[in-house]
C-alpha cells in the first residue's frame, strides 16, 4: 500500500493538480463531465439490459443496440475520463477507501463483460440466443448498477467496509 500512497501523491503533486484543486470551474466542469458520462452510461445500458432479459419483446435487440451502444460507449469514455481527471485531485484518498476498488472491479468487469459478449454475439448482437442475452441481461445489470452504488457510498462512507 506504501508504493500506492506514493504514486497518488505523485498525482496530487502534479501542476495540473494542482490547478484542478483550485479552480472551481474546472473541477465542477470535470465533476459535471463524469455525472453526464454516468448518465449517459447507465441510461443507454439499463434499457439494453432490460429488453435482453425479456421485455419490450417487439421492439429488435439488433435496433436498440444500434441506438444505444453508441451511446453507452460514449458515456464510458466520458466518465472515466472525467473520473480519472476527479481521482487526480484526490489520489490519496482514494487509495485508502474500499469501496473506491469495488468500484472499480464492477466497471472493469461490465465493460469486459460487454466487450465479451459483443465479440461473440456481434456487435448489435445479432447472433445472440434469447438464453445469451438474459445471461449477460442480468450480468451487466448487477455490474453497472453496482458500480453506481459504490460509486455514491464512496461519498457518504468513505470508511465502509
Known amino acids: ?6 504514486f497518488a501523491a505523485a498525482i496530487e503533486a502534479t501542476g495540473f493538480v494542482h490547478a484542478m484543486k483550485f479552480s472551481p ?9 463524469h455525472v453526464l458520462g454516468v448518465a449517459l452510461l447507465v441510461g443507454a445500458i439499463l434499457p439494453m439490459d432490460l429488453r435482453l432479459l425479456g421485455l419490450w419483446r417487439g ?12 451511446i453507452a460507449a460514449f458515456g464510458l469514455l466520458l466518465a472515466v475520463s472525467a473520473g480519472l481527471v ?6 490519496g484518498h482514494y487509495v485508502g477507501v474500499t469501496i473506491f476498488y469495488w468500484k472499480l472491479c464492477l466497471i472493469t468487469l461490465g465493460t469486459v463483460l460487454a466487450l465479451l459478449f459483443h465479440v461473440r454475439a456481434g456487435l448489435w448482437l445479432e447472433s445472440a440466443t434469447d438464453r445469451q442475452a438474459a445471461l449477460h441481461g442480468a450480468a451487466s445489470l448487477c455490474c ?10 464512496i461519498a457518504y462512507f468513505p470508511n465502509w467496509p
Open 59 to 70: 421492439v429488435g435487440r439488433e435496433e436498440l443496440a444500434r441506438v444505444l451502444v453508441p
Open 86 to 91: 476527479l481521482f487526480s485531485v484526490r489520489a
Open 1 to 6: 500500500m506504501d508504493t500506492l500512497a506514493s
Open 144 to 153: 453497472w448498477l453496482g458500480a453506481l452504488v459504490a460509486g455514491r457510498m
Open 25 to 33: 470551474l474546472w473541477y465542477s466542469l470535470a465533476n459535471t463531465a
